[in-house]
């Protein structure tokens, strides 16, 4: 007992001699501590910076089975797109060209791409809406019997390239259609009594965007596309409007003057008729997007315009407010000039700058049609202004980007890889 007492009282002694040099010892580590924080505080702050940098820049990796990962959709990010028209149906009717389609455009650095789907007053895919209708006396099939849509989106999606569908004639449809021929009633005038104007695709009759008819049956044909097949969003232009001469047919007179207690005016673009019939076709975009988000949440509610002023005075397409009031996921403003200086003009506009703090905004591009090629030079400059100004673009149209062009294949090629040197993949969301 004594010696253990003797033991215990030497350590005490040990114990009690080494603390102050204990002491000292954990005060010199925690004083070096602090001089390399006070050194490394400044590099974990870059670090930090960086980090953030690279998690916005992320590009979604591929899965094993060829798709990409469920990730949501990242704003503002950058579309590089290509619209595909009915000039380019010998490509979307051929498997094997859709895969070099396809092929071309991802090593290209492209990310979207818009398919027609509803043209002329007939959809571009079996459906059974336009068959109940009576409207659809045939139906677009791929040269070995396939849905050509369901074909692209999903040779599309294997690389990574989004699919939205594009609505291009809105409410627009050929005289000659069975949807006019079929429908009489359904198709809005002018104050003379006459139902037709002009158009990029010749003469056309407008469906009234007001009439409860009309409204339904274009809502079952965009819901049919959205849910048959598995797009990315769906898109809508500057035809899911009404030209502001139209809206003098008896039910729309009717129902303005059931409001207002007055006759629509003489003058088709008098202030206060010009907003109350494009507030109505507002109306009906807000239902249509509810309709979609309800099918589809992550669907991409897209619009593709006119430059504002435009569109507003003369097509009572009010898109400014369907920003504002959240129903638009993404914008892409078709601003077809040759001139660069009226190009930069456009897409310099102060709508465009809203839109683009929002969402993801884009200029569409004229790339050429059958019979009036553009210069790669012309297509360039104006990428690069859009670029400059953060905003995307998305070229009209597919076979133009080569085809029937001034320059040589392989030129027009090398040219469009030089517009995207490296990869802008946009996040799909299942």
């Given at each position: ?104 455009l991802r090593r290209l650095n ?117 849910t048959q097949y598995n797009a ?199």
């Amino acid at each position: 007992m004594v010696s253990r007492f003797n033991r215990k009282s030497e350590q005490w002694r040990v114990w009690v001699a080494n603390a102050p040099f204990k002491f000292m010892k954990s005060l010199f580590i925690i004083q070096s501590w602090r001089r390399l924080l006070k050194y490394l505080f400044p590099i974990l702050i870059l670090i930090s910076f960086f980090t953030v940098l690279l998690v916005d820049s992320f590009t979604p990796a591929i899965t094993e089975g060829g798709g990409f990962s469920a990730i949501a959709q990242i704003p503002r990010q950058e579309i590089r797109g290509v619209w595909m028209t009915t000039n380019d149906f010998d490509t979307l009717k051929d498997r094997s060209k859709v895969q070099d389609a396809v092929n071309q455009l991802r090593r290209l650095n492209f990310n979207t791409i818009y398919p027609v789907v509803w043209n002329s007053g007939y959809v571009m895919y079996p459906s059974a809406i336009a068959q109940r209708a009576g409207i659809q006396p045939f139906v677009y099939k791929g040269s070995e019997g396939h849905d050509i849509l369901a074909d692209l989106i999903n040779q599309a999606h294997r690389k990574g390239l989004l699919v939205i569908p594009w609505f291009e004639f809105g409410f627009m449809a050929p005289p000659t259609s069975e949807l006019a021929l079929n429908y009489p009633d359904w198709f809005t005038q002018k104050r003379d009594g006459s139902q037709t104007s002009i158009s990029a695709a010749g003469e056309v009759m407008w469906l009234n965007p007001f009439l409860p008819q009309v409204q339904q049956f274009i809502t079952n044909l965009v819901l049919e596309t959205v849910t048959q097949y598995n797009a990315d969003g769906i898109q809508f232009d500057d035809h899911m409007s009404l030209p502001e001469e139209f809206g003098y047919d008896q039910y729309t007179v009717a129902l303005y003057t059931k409001e207002t207690k007055n006759a629509p005016p003489k003058n088709s673009q008098d202030a206060a008729w010009v907003k109350w019939r494009a507030d109505k076709i507002t109306a009906f975009m807000v239902q249509l997007n509810k309709a979609v988000k309800q099918r589809k949440p992550q669907a991409i509610f897209s619009v593709s315009p006119n430059y504002y002023d435009f569109a507003y005075k003369f097509h009572l397409q009010d898109w400014l407010s369907w920003i504002r009031q959240n129903i638009v996921d993404e914008l892409i403003v078709q601003v077809y000039r040759p001139n660069l200086q009226s190009f930069v003009a456009n897409i310099s506009r102060s709508e465009i700058q809203e839109a683009q703090k929002i969402i993801p905004t884009g200029i569409g591009i004229m790339t050429g049609l059958r019979n009036n090629p553009v210069p790669m030079q012309q297509i360039k400059s104006q990428v690069r202004a859009a670029q400059e100004r953060g905003l995307g673009v998305t070229f009209f149209y597919y076979e133009s980007l080569w085809n029937d062009a001034l320059e040589s294949l392989n030129e027009r090629q090398v040219g469009f890889g030089s517009l995207f040197p490296s990869p802008a993949l946009r996040a799909r969301v299942e």
